[in-house]
Structures are given as structure tokens and as C-alpha cells.
């Protein structure tokens, strides 16, 4: 599946150049967030960067004002501790990580007349096909994936980025082609070795994989951190910390969104900046299948949402510091809140929430099915909650 369908919407990032005023942070921001009260409909990202003062994947602030996860957890040690082995967290790696080949010496792949290698040497990792005649090679310089799936490389040429053409995967412990790259035979070296990401595209991907490679409006992905870090989402760091080694609490507090107190919407739309909102789902016009992909417009489309104006929201079932949780049974706890057996004052709703006749565990395992979307080689979980009568 290592692709996204990224290239088929684009979103126009903020080019104004607003002073991001982190003192006036709450004031504007709770301002905000009444405004989005008043609306409650999913908005896309791009409306969410410009309105916002703070949003994941804003790229205003300057690079001087990320400070780095090693600084958060000086304070917030076990948060750190927990939120560095999450999948997001480890979302991305530079060449230089040792997670970066997964400790494997090299990797080999062959499609006549191309024969690939991927090799640590020296303090480079070098990516080379040659087809008998001729041979080309490049350093890689960052690795997307946590790796249960696989990694796809991005590698620079002069200004340009291009994704490889070929991927690791783990299931297969070996190298195939990128998802989206066509199977037949490359023309010529250079489109043997990958594909250029358009300067917007390129942005995006490391605006959703990495933290601050976009900073003051600049993208420079060599000064950004690998991976969804702490600041990714709270916004960037330093007056926050700057404030509370200095005593002053309320001050640090003002300096750091904690996204705790948005209204439902806002908050799912939140993790939509990277998973998609139901607005961008609908601007980028995915229909049917595909949309599974997409956990907020999913979760959105279900009668527990519509039931209920959102009181489940993705912080009802994921904790965004700590691993991904696989055991069907430790979600019960999150249905049950509304669905018990003796439900008759469930959340304060005025009529009566129903329960199951089948079984009073492991919900997920039949109202959440897993589902393989074409052409990803993956089965992503469906965040519409329903009674699945058939294959539709
Ligand atoms: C010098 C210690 C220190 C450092 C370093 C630090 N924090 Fe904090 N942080 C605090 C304190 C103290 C609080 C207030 C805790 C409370 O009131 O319960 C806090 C609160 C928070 C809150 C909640 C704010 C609120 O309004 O309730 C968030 C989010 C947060 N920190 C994130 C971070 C991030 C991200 C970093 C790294 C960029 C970081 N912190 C670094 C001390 C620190
Ligand atoms: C709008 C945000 C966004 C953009 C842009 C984006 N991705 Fe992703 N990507 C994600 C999210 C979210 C996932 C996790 C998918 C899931 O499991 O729901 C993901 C998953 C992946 C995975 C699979 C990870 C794994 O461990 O299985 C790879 C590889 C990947 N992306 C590479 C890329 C590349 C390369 C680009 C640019 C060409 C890109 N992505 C653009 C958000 C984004
Ligand atoms: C800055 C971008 C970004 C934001 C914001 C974000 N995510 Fe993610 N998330 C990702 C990426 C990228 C991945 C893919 C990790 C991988 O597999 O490589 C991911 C993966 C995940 C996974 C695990 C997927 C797996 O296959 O194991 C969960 C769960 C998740 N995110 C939940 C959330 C929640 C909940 C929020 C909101 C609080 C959120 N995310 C906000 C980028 C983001
Ligand atoms: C994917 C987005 C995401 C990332 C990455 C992330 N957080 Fe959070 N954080 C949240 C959300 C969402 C909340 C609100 C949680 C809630 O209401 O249950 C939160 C809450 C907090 C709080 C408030 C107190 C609490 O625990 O409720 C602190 C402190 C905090 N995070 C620190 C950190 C630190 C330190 C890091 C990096 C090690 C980090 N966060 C990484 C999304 C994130
Ligand atoms: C009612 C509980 C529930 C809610 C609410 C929920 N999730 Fe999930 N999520 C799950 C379960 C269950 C899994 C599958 C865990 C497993 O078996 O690996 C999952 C898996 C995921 C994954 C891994 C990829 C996949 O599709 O399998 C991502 C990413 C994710 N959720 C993001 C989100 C986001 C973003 C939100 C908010 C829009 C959200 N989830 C809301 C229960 C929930
Ligand atoms: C915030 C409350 C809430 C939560 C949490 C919640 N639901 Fe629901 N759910 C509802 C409401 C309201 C309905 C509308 C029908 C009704 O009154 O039963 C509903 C409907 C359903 C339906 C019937 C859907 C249909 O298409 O007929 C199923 C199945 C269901 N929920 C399963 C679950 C499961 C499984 C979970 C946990 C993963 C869950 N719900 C979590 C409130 C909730
Ligand atoms: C073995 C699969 C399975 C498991 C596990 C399961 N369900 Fe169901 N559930 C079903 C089926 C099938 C139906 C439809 C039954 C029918 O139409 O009579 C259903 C119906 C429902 C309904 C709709 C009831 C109605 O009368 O409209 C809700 C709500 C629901 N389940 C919630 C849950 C919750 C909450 C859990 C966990 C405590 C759960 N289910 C566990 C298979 C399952």
C-alpha cells in the first residue's frame, strides 16, 4: 500500500505571511474555536491553516521556535517516553538512523535489464540501478513508513525530490515496486531509479511525515525533525518551555495547544489534517471503497456520530501518545459507554441507545471490519460503525 493518493488533491498552503504571536495564542485560538462551534461541519485543512493560529502541518512559524522531543521530555517524561515508539512517531527516518534499513546489510532487486541496490557505505546509504551498460546512484536521504508496512526512500537531485521506485516491504522482506509505479519497463535510468515529486507534492509529504520541514513558509527538509513529534501537533515548543523553567506556569500554558478542549469537529478535523478531514475527502472527490482509507469521514458517516452530534471522537478509542492498540476486546469499554446492555440513561440522550443481541465483547471485530482497499495490498479498518449485512 505504500502510497497515498496525495497527488489527487491539492491544497494551496497559506502563503500569507502571518506573524504567528504565540502570546495571543489562546485568546484568538478559544475565538476561534467558538466560531467553529457555531459550524459544525468538517472543514477542510486548507480552511483550518488559514484560520487557525496553530494547526498540524502550519508552516509559519520560524525553525528557531522548535525545540525538539528531547527538550519536552525533560518535563513530560513518561508522555515522551510512550509517544517516541508510536507509528507516527516513527513515521520517518534520515539516513543516518539505524532504523532506516531495519538492520538488514543490503537489499537486491532485479527486472531485466535493471538490476537495483540499496547499501549502506560509509555514512551514505546508496540507492543504484545500472542495466548492464550504464549505472546510476543515489544517497538517500529520508525513509517514510514505520516499516510494519514498508518504507518508500526520497532521494534529492540538485532542488528536487523524488520518490524510489522501489520499496521495502515487510511482509515480503524484500524490496518491490512503489505502489502507483507502473510494473513496465522504465525508459531510462533516471525514471528506473523514481519519480519527481512536484515542489507542492514533496511539501505535503513531509508536512504529514516530518515536523517543521516547512518553516517561516521556506521548505528545507534538512532541518526538520523525523517524524510526528510532540510539536507536530501542540505547535512549536520553545516560549512554552522558555515560560515554565522560568516559573511561569500560566504564561507556558497559553504558549502550547492542548488540544484536549476541542468541540468534537474541530478536534477529529485535528487528526484529519494528516488522516483528511471529511472536507478534504469530499473536495478531493474520493468515492466508495477508497474512502476507508480516510478515518474521519468514515467515523463521521456512522450512526454513532450522527446519533449522538460526535460525542466519539478519535480520542475516544486512540490515545495519540502511546502505540496503536490491536486487541479487539480493549475497545469495548469505548461502545459500551453507549451501548450497555441497561442503557436507558446513556449520555444523557433522550431516548434509548441499543444494545447488542449477538455477543457483549470484542465489538470491533464485526462492526469494524478490515477492509482491503484495490491496489494497496492493505486491509485498513473501517471506521463506519455498522451491522455489515454483505459485502457492501
Ligand atoms: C521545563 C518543564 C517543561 C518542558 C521542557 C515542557 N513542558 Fe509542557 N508543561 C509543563 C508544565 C509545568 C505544564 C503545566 C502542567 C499542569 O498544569 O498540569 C505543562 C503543560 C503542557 C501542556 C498542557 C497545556 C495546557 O493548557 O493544559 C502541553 C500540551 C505541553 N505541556 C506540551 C509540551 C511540549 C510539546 C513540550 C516540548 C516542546 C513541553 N511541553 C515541554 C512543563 C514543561
Ligand atoms: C495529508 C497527509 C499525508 C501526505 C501528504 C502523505 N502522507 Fe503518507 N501517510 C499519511 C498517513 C496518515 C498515513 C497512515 C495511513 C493509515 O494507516 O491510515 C500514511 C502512510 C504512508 C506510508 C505507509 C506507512 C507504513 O508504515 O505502512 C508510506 C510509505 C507513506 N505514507 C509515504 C508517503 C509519501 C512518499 C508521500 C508523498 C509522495 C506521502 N506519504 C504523502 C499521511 C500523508
Ligand atoms: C502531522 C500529521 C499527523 C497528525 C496531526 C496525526 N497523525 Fe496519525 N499518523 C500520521 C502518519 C504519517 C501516520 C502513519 C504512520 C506509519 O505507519 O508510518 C499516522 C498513524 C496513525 C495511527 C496508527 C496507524 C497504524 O497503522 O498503526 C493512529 C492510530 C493515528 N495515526 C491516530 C491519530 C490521531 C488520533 C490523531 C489526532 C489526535 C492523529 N493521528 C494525528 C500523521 C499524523
Ligand atoms: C498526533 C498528535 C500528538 C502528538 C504527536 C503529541 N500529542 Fe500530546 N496531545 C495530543 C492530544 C490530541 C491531546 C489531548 C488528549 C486528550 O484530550 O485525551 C494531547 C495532550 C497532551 C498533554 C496534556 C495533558 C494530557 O496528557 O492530557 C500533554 C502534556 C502532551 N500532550 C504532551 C505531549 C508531548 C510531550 C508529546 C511528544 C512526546 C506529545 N504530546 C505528542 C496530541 C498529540
Ligand atoms: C470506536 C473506536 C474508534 C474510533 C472512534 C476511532 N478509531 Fe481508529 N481504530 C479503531 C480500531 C479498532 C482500529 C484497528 C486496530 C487494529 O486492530 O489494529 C483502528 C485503527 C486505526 C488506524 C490504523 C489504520 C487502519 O485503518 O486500520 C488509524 C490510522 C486510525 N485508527 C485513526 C483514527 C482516527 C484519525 C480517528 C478519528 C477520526 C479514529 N481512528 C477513530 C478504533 C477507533
Ligand atoms: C457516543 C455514543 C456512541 C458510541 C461511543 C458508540 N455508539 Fe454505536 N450508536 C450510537 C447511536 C446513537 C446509534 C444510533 C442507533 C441507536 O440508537 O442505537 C448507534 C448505532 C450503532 C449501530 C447500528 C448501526 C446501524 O447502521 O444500524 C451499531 C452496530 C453500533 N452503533 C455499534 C457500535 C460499536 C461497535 C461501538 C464501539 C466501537 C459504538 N457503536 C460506539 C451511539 C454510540
Ligand atoms: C460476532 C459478531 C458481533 C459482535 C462481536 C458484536 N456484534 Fe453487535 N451485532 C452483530 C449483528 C450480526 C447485528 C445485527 C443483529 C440483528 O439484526 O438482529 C448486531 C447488532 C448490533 C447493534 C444494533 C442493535 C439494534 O437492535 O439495532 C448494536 C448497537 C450493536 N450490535 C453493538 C455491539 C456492541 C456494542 C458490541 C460489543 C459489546 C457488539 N455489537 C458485538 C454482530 C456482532
Not at 496503536?324 to 446492555?341: F, K, N, T
Not at 444494545?355 to 470484542?362: E, F, M, P, Q, T
Request: net charge neutral.
Amino acid at each position: 500500500m505504500l502510497r497515498f493518493g496525495q497527488q489527487t488533491y491539492l491544497i494551496a498552503l497559506s502563503c500569507l505571511a502571518m506573524s504567528f504571536s504565540l502570546d495571543r495564542f489562546v485568546d484568538s485560538f478559544q475565538s476561534q474555536h467558538r466560531r467553529a462551534d457555531s459550524d459544525r461541519i468538517s472543514l477542510t485543512t486548507e480552511d483550518r491553516l488559514e484560520d487557525m493560529l496553530w494547526w498540524p502541518t502550519k508552516s509559519v512559524a520560524s525553525r528557531g521556535e522548535y525545540i525538539g522531543t528531547e527538550e519536552c521530555a525533560k518535563c513530560h517524561s513518561s508522555t515522551a517516553a510512550s509517544q517516541m515508539s508510536t507509528e507516527m512517531a516513527l513515521t520517518s527516518s534520515r539516513s543516518v538512523d539505524s532504523a532506516f534499513l531495519d538492520g538488514h546489510g543490503a537489499l537486491a532487486f532485479q527486472q531485466a535489464p535493471y538490476s537495483y541496490e540499496i547499501e549502506r557505505k560509509g555514512d551514505a546509504i546508496r540507492y543504484s540501478v545500472g542495466d548492464g551498460q550504464s549505472f546510476i546512484s543515489q544517497p538517500l536521504l529520508f525513509a517514510f513508513g514505520q516499516g510494519i508496512v514498508g518504507h518508500t526512500y526520497i532521494y534529492q537531485v540538485g532542488e528536487n525530490f523524488f520518490e524510489s521506485r522501489l520499496s521495502y516491504y515487510s511482509a515480503l522482506k524484500a524490496l518491490d515496486l512503489t505502489t502507483g509505479h507502473l510494473r513496465s519497463v522504465p525508459p531510462d535510468l533516471e525514471r528506473a531509479l523514481g519519480r519527481l515529486l512536484e515542489p507542492r507534492e514533496a511539501k505535503k509529504c513531509f508536512g504529514c511525515h516530518t515536523t517543521a520541514s516547512t518553516t517561516a513558509n521556506h521548505f528545507d527538509p534538512s532541518k526538520s525533525l523525523a517524524g510526528v513529534t510532540c510539536e507536530a501537533c501542540h505547535g512549536p515548543g520553545s516560549k512554552h518551555v522558555h515560560a515554565m523553567k522560568t516559573g511561569q506556569i500560566e504564561e507556558g500554558k497559553k504558549n502550547i495547544l492542548n488540544p484536549s478542549g476541542l468541540n468534537p469537529v474541530t478536534s477529529v478535523d485535528f487528526c484529519g489534517a494528516c488522516h483528511r478531514t471529511s472536507g478534504d475527502v469530499i473536495q478531493m472527490g474520493i468515492k466508495g471503497v477508497a474512502t476507508v482509507r480516510f478515518q474521519p469521514f468514515r467515523l463521521e458517516e456512522s450512526r454513532c456520530w450522527s446519533g449522538t452530534s460526535g460525542q466519539l471522537t478519535c480520542l475516544t478509542c486512540h490515545n495519540p501518545h502511546e502505540p496503536l492498540v490491536h486487541e479487539s476486546g480493549s475497545y469495548d469499554h469505548a461502545c459500551l459507554r453507549c451501548h450497555a446492555q441497561s442503557s436507558s440513561r446513556n449520555l444523557g440522550s433522550d431516548r434509548r441507545i441499543t444494545a447488542c443481541r449477538i455477543s457483549n465483547k470484542n465489538c470491533v471485530s464485526c462492526h469494524m471490519p478490515k477492509i482491503e482497499i484495490p491496489g494497496m495490498h492493505h486491509a485498513f479498518t473501517d471506521h463506519r460503525i455498522r451491522i455489515v449485512r454483505d459485502a457492501a
